[in-house]
């Protein structure tokens, strides 16, 4: 029989406030409340949840006790635990109750700071170490990353500590990247290479011309390139009755020809201007002239109902602007994005400020055009109309460049500084002039030791590495390959690799490389480094107007694209392609993908940029958009390819992270949508609220992509069993509003299925007549945990919008993460509510909350 409340009350008081607050074995005090309030449901026969409270002591050097004691503290703080259908412990008692574990672990996590830090000392990670180089080595264009291994995870990130193990794998690799990227920087040539600018004509380039001719392996029309002359179609070059190109001979004729096509550039109609590759790695300017055409239907009176396939003589003036993708590509088929343009009616020259690397040629893709694939009937184009279909016709091709600041570069000269060149002695490259080897190493090595290490170096770190380069000489290399060879072992001492921060206070120098990790990721600059030197950093004004210039320079884009891969998984955007079946509309697209990608992306940017309130992550009144994005989330025209910030219509489900297409789609697998996973995703990711693992006797949902019943009905049999409504409670309700939209983000009234049913009326990207049917009605009502209904994704996201405090608190979170190397512990929640107490007179602006959070004890400390 429980007791009287008033007795309770006096007898749980008692017991709790003489409870000791540092880490100690359960008190008899704390047993007795844990009895009175928790045995009936947590004793060694009831064990709810697997959990005996009967038994549990207080071990917080335990990492798992001192979790379970999180767990019990915060159900118990929330009202979570008792149940609501049990009587309410006294409130002065429940209060004690909390306090005493709340002081037992923060005493316990605040011992451990002290002797260890709060984050777990850490090599760099692939985006870190590729971005070092760069910098260090002033050269762009390095590409090191994909050659390291991947990084571990741990709290979403690739930037704690217990997930970046090294091993001998990793650094041979390290190795290996280090002596590639002091090689990229080496001078080619004693004299300063000529900077050229030559036009490549799309006539003179076999990839381009090749497909004019069909073979037995192609008698397609969109699968063939075509000759233009301004506007006009010319079929006696494309009969090979006249020649290809006029020539040098007849420059005015020259400029005016272009090689058309009717579709992307996709296997097997792939042209690139393969007359260049780049002949060093390096700065360029290329500019294509490209414009917009439309191509003539067929003419063939005896087939009128192939009207869709194109007529490669019949060429007029597009009649709208077509965008087009540039990429460089390495053979074979090794592609990176380098820009976009829009290719008018008007041809015209398009500018792309790049960087290169040797060897690459450059390939453009009209991107909205078409790409035939075979499947159960003869391909036809979806942008084909009754009088035609439009193309993209390219005249030429005009690379400026390799464009140098200096000669040698800024990296040779770390290298170097002003030692003579001659030819090397196997008559590639050249060779650095030493007539004092051992002299002349010192200084060079110091120097750079200086400019790698990111904090003032002894006398003793400068010449540690000259034993290295003694004994590269000694064993027959020359001075350049001795003195790489002692370079590669500064780029992989424990000095470069890792990020040196000691327990306490950081000084100036591990704050300059903290921030610098944070908002660039990669190391301090020179302003930052000299601001440490004079002891100045750490300045509360100071720190402010640092962290500004940061996220003002263009390089704050790095911290935008590395925080966004990991926190929304951004970098598995293309890990899943829509299914060909069931989306044809979004297989093959890379305008959408791409577009997608930059959207969220530039999303983020703006609201750091502006420092707009956290709410906008779940609600805005505007989007990033182009208008291939326009188009598939059905909303107003706008107009080009570039993706800028746009006014959403009242009321449109658009706006903010959840509705975005990448968002969606990396929560997707292609072929179906789940309500568990999504739910899930925006638990943990956008709401702070991370669901508990699934049980494992529990198997998964599977969708039906049949159409005979719908995730939903699956979820309704689901959630009766005892141990699943717990968690599905929360995490339904966010996978339901989110019904909606498709594994491309797409609106959708109904699931798309396969199987029996009419299909679809409609034409894929492939040029595939759709195969799918729409099958039964999608519901996306739900209710709130706290029983609140909601009709659809608007109801849902102005739910959400309710409790801004807690959409700041869990961006502010990830941010915590990313910045410092480790989660917010149970000991840092204090601090965690004075950064949002400081943002919240400003809505909690996302800018706001990078300021306090490095202005934070967080942040100054390990």
């Known amino acids: ?184 920087v ?49 079929p006696d070059v494309r009969s090979k009755k006249q020649p290809i190109t006029a020539g040098a001979k007849d420059p005015a004729t020259r400029d005016l020809e272009a090689v058309g096509m009717p579709a992307g550039s996709y296997e097997p109609l792939e042209p690139k201007f393969n007359q260049f590759r780049a002949p060093l790695a390096g700065h360029y300017k290329i500019r294509i002239n490209a414009y917009s055409v439309w191509i003539g239907p067929n003419g063939n009176p005896k087939r009128p109902d192939q009207w869709f396939i194109p007529d490669l003589d019949n060429i007029a003036a597009g009649r709208r602007p077509e965008p087009v993708t540039v990429y460089s590509e390495t053979p074979p088929r090794q592609l990176r994005w380098l820009g976009k343009f829009d290719a008018a009616p008007t041809a015209a020259p398009h500018e792309i400020d790049t960087w290169l690397l040797a060897g690459e040629m450059i390939r453009p893709d009209p991107a909205r055009l078409f790409r035939s694939r075979p499947g159960a009937g003869r391909w036809q184009n979806p942008l084909a109309e009754k009088d035609g279909q439009p193309g993209v016709a390219f005249r030429w091709l005009e690379v400026e460049g390799p464009l140098y600041d200096s000669w040698p570069t800024a990296g040779h000269q770390l290298l170097f500084g002003d030692l003579p060149l001659k030819p090397a002695a196997s008559g590639t490259g050249v060779e650095i002039v030493s007539v004092q080897p051992a002299k002349d190493a010192e200084p060079l090595l110091r120097n750079f030791v200086a400019r790698a290490y990111r904090r003032p170096v002894s006398d003793h770190e400068a010449k540690r590495f000259l034993p290295v380069i003694d004994a590269a000489l000694k064993a027959g290399s ?69 962290t500004d210039r940061l996220l003002n320079d263009p390089r704050a884009r790095r911290f935008v694209d590395a925080f966004l891969d990991y926190w929304l998984d951004l970098r598995k955007v293309v890990a899943t392609a829509p299914d060909s079946n069931l989306y044809p509309d979004y297989y093959l697209d890379d305008l959408l993908t791409e577009s997608a990608l930059e959207e969220t992306q530039l999303f983020f940017a703006e609201l750091l940029r502006a420092d707009l309130p956290a709410r906008h992550l779940v609600s805005s009144d505007f989007a990033m958009l182009n208008e291939r994005l326009a188009v598939h989330y059905g909303l107003p025209p706008v107009d080009g390819v570039a993706v800028r910030r746009v006014s959403l219509p009242p009321d449109s489900p658009r706006g903010g992270l959840l509705t975005q297409a990448a968002v969606l789609k990396v929560t997707a697998n292609g072929t179906t949508t789940s309500p568990v996973i999504r739910g899930a995703w925006i638990m943990e990711r956008i709401l702070g609220r991370p669901p508990p693992p699934p049980p494992p006797s529990v198997p998964a949902i599977e969708p039906d992509i049949r159409g005979a019943s719908t995730v939903r009905q699956q979820l309704d049999k689901h959630r009766t069993l005892e141990t699943c409504h717990a968690c599905h409670v929360y995490i339904d309700p966010p996978g339901f509003a989110l019904e909606s939209f498709d594994v491309m983000g797409g609106w959708r009234d109904r699931y798309r299925a396969t199987g029996e049913g009419k299909p679809d009326a409609g034409i894929g990207k492939g040029g595939q007549k759709f195969a799918f049917h729409s099958a039964l009605p999608v519901d996306c009502s739900g209710e709130m945990p706290d029983g609140r209904p909601f009709g659809d994704i608007r109801e849902f996201k102005r739910r959400l919008r309710d409790d801004e405090p807690q959409i700041a608190r869990s961006l502010a979170k990830q941010l915590i993460v990313y910045a410092t190397g480790a989660p917010v512990r149970f000991s840092d929640r204090a601090a965690l509510e004075r950064i949002l107490q400081r943002t919240a007179p400003g809505h909690h602006g996302v800018r706001a909350l990078v300021h306090e959070i490095v202005q934070s004890e967080l942040f100054l400390n390990k």
Not at 59 to 80: I, M, Q, S
Not at 214 to 226: D, G, H
Not at 496 to 505: A, M, N, Q, R
Request: proline share 7%.
């Open 478 to 546: 020359n001075f350049t390959d001795a003195m790489l060879t002692g370079y590669t072992a500064v780029l992989c001492s424990p000095e470069f690799v890792c990020i040196e921060e000691h327990p306490g206070k950081l000084d100036d120098h591990a704050v300059a490389s903290r921030l610098s990790f944070f908002l660039w990721n990669s190391p301090p600059d020179a302003e930052l480094r000299t601001l440490a030197a004079d002891r100045r950093l750490r300045r509360p004004e100071v720190l402010r107007a640092q």
């Open 1 to 184: 029989m429980r007791s009287a409340p008033t007795f309770r009350a006096a007898v749980l008081l008692a017991a709790l406030f003489s409870l000791p607050l540092a880490a100690a074995p359960l008190t008899q005090e704390l047993r007795r409340f844990l009895e009175i309030e928790c045995a009936d449901c947590h004793d060694a026969t009831e064990k709810k949840g697997g959990l005996d409270l009967t038994a549990l002591t207080l071990e917080p050097a335990n990492p798992k006790n001192f979790a379970l004691w999180v767990k019990v503290h915060d159900r118990a703080a929330t009202g979570e635990m008792p149940p609501k259908k049990r009587e309410r412990p006294p409130a002065e008692a429940l209060a004690a109750f909390t306090k005493s574990i709340a002081g037992a672990l923060t005493q316990f996590e605040g011992e451990r700071f002290a002797r260890e830090g709060r984050a777990t000392q850490r090599r760099l990670n692939r985006y870190e170490y590729e971005n070092a180089l760069r910098d260090l080595l002033a050269a762009p264009w390095l590409q090191v990353r994909d050659t390291l291994p991947e990084d571990g995870e741990a709290f979403r990130f690739n930037k704690v500590g217990d997930a970046l193990d090294v091993s001998h794998v990793q650094m041979a690799r390290y190795l290996a990247a280090a002596d590639y990227a002091l090689r990229q």
């Open 186 to 234: 080496l001078a080619t040539s004693a004299e300063r290479p000529p900077t050229t600018t030559k036009r490549y004509y799309a006539r003179d380039q076999r990839s381009f011309t090749g497909p004019m001719t069909f073979t037995v392996f192609n008698t397609a029309p969109e699968r063939a390139t075509f000759p233009v002359l301004g506007t006009a179609g010319q």
